[in-house]
C-alpha cells in the first residue's frame, strides 16, 4: 500500500503543473480528476472489497483510512456525499475522483463526483465524466454585434487561446465604420496578417521594450496605461475596444488589482459611450477568477 500512498503524492503537483502548461487549468483537472479514479479503483481492487448501498458508508470510511491517502465523512441521503479530511493529497479533483472510484468499485457501478462547497457529491451515471464538468461557466447568451449596446463591457467566453470568434467581431464593427482600439497578446504584425481588415491602433502586451514601430505595454503598466489611453480613444470616439490577453496579465499581476483596473475600463466605457470585448479563453483561466469576472461583465458565448 506504500506505493499507491506514495507515488501520488509525489507525482500530482508535478503532473498538473505539466499538463496545465501544455492545455490550461480545465485539462489539468480533468487529468488529475481521473487518476484519482483510477487509484481509487485501484485501492478497492487490492482489497478485494464489494459493497451494498446498506454497507457503503462503512466500507468506504475503511477504504479511505486503510489507503493512507485520507480519510473521509461519508453521509448517505438522495445522493452520496463525501467529506475528505486529514487528507495527504491537497488536491480538490484528485480526492473527488478518488472518491468516485471507490464508490464505483464497491458498488459495481459507476458513479461521477462532482466537487460541492464543503464535500463531494458522487452520483450514479451512465457515462463516464467528461471534460465539460469543469466548465461550468453558467449561462450563456450568442453575442452578435448588433445585440452589442454602447456603454456595454462584455466577457466573451472562448474556448482557445486565439479568441478568433471576439476579434470577427470586432473586425466586423470596423468594417461596419465603428473606431477600433485593440489591446492584444498577439504579435501586432501577425494579427494584422490575419485579419487585413485591423485598421486600429494596437498595443502589444509584453514584457519588452517598445519599437518605433510597435508599441508595447508591460503589465506592470496596465493600469496606467491602459487607462490614459483609452480615456484620450474615448473622447474622441464612440469605439470598440477588445482587451485580449487576460489570462497573461492575471500570471504577472495580483489578480486584485486587475480586477480594479477592468473596472475602471467599464466605468470609462459607460461614461464615453464605447463598447468593450474582452475575450477570455475558459481552458486557461482558474475557475475562480472566471466567476469574479463573471459578477464583473455581461457575459456571452460565441
Known sequence: MTDLVSMPIKIIPHLRTTIE???????????????????????????????????LK??????????G???????????IKIKPYDSNIDDD?????????????LMGEYHIAR???????????????????????GKREKVELENLERGGSYLIAEEG?????????????????????????????????????????????????STEDVKTIKPENFDD??????????????GLVIIHGIEFLISYTEFDDLITTLQK??????????????PVNTESIDEEDFNTLKAEFKMFVL
Open 21 to 55: 502548461q501544455m492545455g490550461g487549468k480545465n485539462e489539468g483537472n480533468f487529468a488529475i480528476y481521473h487518476l484519482g479514479f483510477e487509484w481509487g479503483k485501484e485501492t478497492v481492487e487490492i482489497s478485494g472489497e464489494k459493497s451494498d448501498l446498506d454497507e
Open 58 to 67: 462503512t466500507k468506504t470510511v475503511l477504504t479511505a483510512i486503510h489507503s
Open 69 to 79: 491517502i485520507t480519510n473521509f465523512e461519508v453521509d448517505i441521503d438522495d445522493s
Open 93 to 105: 479533483y484528485f480526492l473527488a475522483g478518488y472518491a468516485a472510484g471507490v464508490v464505483s468499485e
Open 115 to 137: 466537487i460541492k462547497d464543503e464535500h463531494y457529491e458522487v452520483v450514479k451515471s451512465e457515462k463516464k465524466i467528461d471534460g465539460e464538468m469543469f466548465k461550468d461557466r
Open 161 to 209: 487561446k486565439e479568441a478568433q470568434r471576439s476579434f470577427e467581431t470586432f473586425i466586423n464593427g470596423i468594417k461596419e465604420g465603428m473606431p477600433g482600439l485593440c489591446f492584444t497578446r498577439k504579435f501586432p504584425s501577425k494579427l494584422k496578417e490575419k485579419y487585413s481588415d485591423m485598421n486600429c491602433a494596437i498595443f502589444w502586451l509584453s514584457i519588452v521594450e
Open 225 to 238: 496605461e491602459v487607462i490614459k489611453i483609452l480615456k484620450s480613444f474615448l473622447k474622441m470616439k464612440q
Open 265 to 278: 475600463t467599464r466605468e470609462l466605457i459607460s461614461e464615453e459611450g464605447g463598447i468593450l470585448l474582452l
